[in-house]
């Protein structure tokens, strides 16, 4: 005789016809949905998208940086006039190589598996890349910027409710 374990079965379960574009996906906690975010240093959010859960942070940036592209030129501006700071979710080499192609300073820290692995190539393995604790330690913005998202109960709840 077999015997199904105790509780009740999940009930977390994306509808068939669920379209992509509401960014709902599955991760650990569950039907979720992840938001990224650019914010300026007064903590404002300049470029937001939405994806499924499960979706990683790092293939976000450069649509991120496109959309704020757009931005800027609206304000007579240019993404390369100011710095990008990013956590180490965004180490990549690919996104190193895209930032520098587009001529944007940024202040990313290296991962361990990646330090190790260049460390291992002695000097083949490259200089590390440049990084300033001092500038790194403006990231809180970007934090406090989602702290202050999350206090609108539709972003907390991942809801919209169009009657209002």
């Not at 704020?68 to 501006?77: E, H, I, P, S, T």
């Not at 965004?90 to 692995?117: C, F, G, M, N, W």
Request: with cysteine; aromatic share 6%.
């Amino acid at each position: 005789m077999t015997r199904l374990p105790q509780g009740a079965l999940s009930n977390y379960k994306k509808a068939a016809d669920e379209p992509d574009d509401h960014a709902i996906g599955r991760s650990r906690g569950g039907l979720t949905t992840k938001i990224h975010a650019l914010t300026d240093q007064r903590e404002a959010p300049v470029a937001v998208r939405l994806t499924a859960g499960q979706a990683g942070d790092n293939p976000q940036l450069v649509g991120l940086l496109d959309d704020y592209a757009g931005v800027c030129r609206d304000r007579g501006a240019s993404a390369r006039d100011f710095g990008l700071l990013a956590d180490k979710a965004y180490s990549h080499p690919s996104t190193r190589t895209q930032l520098r192609s587009r001529k944007i300073k940024h202040t990313i820290p290296e991962r361990k598996d990646q330090i190790a692995r260049r460390q291992a190539k002695g000097s083949a393995g490259g200089r590390p890349p440049a990084f300033d604790a001092a500038i790194y330690g403006l990231r809180n913005t970007v934090e406090r910027g989602f702290n202050r998202l999350k206090q609108w109960r539709g972003v907390a709840t991942r809801y919209d409710c169009d009657d209002e």
